[in-house]
């Protein structure tokens, strides 16, 4: 590895364990946070609902994992602003759990919606997380968004094989560039 690399790795760690040098959030951190954290509660209460209205097994396993996740990063980002002296959003109330064979039909949503809803979220939130990393000037602030990001990654891949299986997978029309034969 190149000697540059290290001295990056270092300068890192260091900057983490250096209180005199932390800096206080600037407001790009602040938003990229206050949102983050907002879409995460959203999504806690989308798969809450979720978990309420499927019947397959593999879909409603992925949910409770998401959840989890979901869950456990609001907490972590609630714990991080409330120490930086930030407010939290507002949150959705949490939903009841219920049993979705008492759902009518027409009234809850499908297997497909549920999944590309989740995927959705999950995209959005990699994206939110990247671009917060990107925005941060403190490295433990870059280093928590970039673990976000690297536990949506995860669950979105495994979403996205369950999707393919199931065909619930929404994949828009291929591109053939002009001259090229069609296969």
């Not at 250096?18 to 938003?31: R, W």
């Not at 499908?110 to 990247?130: F, H, P, R, Y």
Request: net charge negative.
């Amino acid at each position: 590895m190149p000697k540059h690399v290290f001295e990056a790795l270092i300068n890192v760690f260091h900057s983490l364990f250096d209180e005199e040098n932390k800096h206080l959030l600037h407001v790009g951190e602040v938003m990229s946070c206050w949102t983050y954290l907002t879409v995460l509660e959203e999504s806690v209460a989308l798969e809450q609902l979720a978990i309420n209205t499927t019947e397959d097994k593999e879909l409603n396993d992925l949910l409770h994992k998401t959840l989890d996740v979901c869950s456990s990063q609001a907490a972590r980002l609630k714990v991080f602003l409330q120490q930086e002296g930030i407010p939290l959003p507002p949150a959705s109330e949490p939903k009841p759990f219920s049993d979705p064979r008492a759902i009518p039909l027409g009234a809850k949503m499908t297997d497909t919606e549920i999944s590309n809803l989740v995927g959705v979220k999950l995209a959005a939130g990699v994206s939110l997380c990247a671009s917060g990393a990107a925005q941060s000037v403190r490295n433990d602030v870059g280093l928590m968004f970039f673990e976000f990001q690297t536990e949506l990654m995860r669950y979105g891949a495994i979403l996205k094989s369950i999707m393919k299986k199931r065909g619930w997978l929404k994949v828009p029309p291929y591109y053939f560039p002009p001259g090229n034969p069609k296969s």
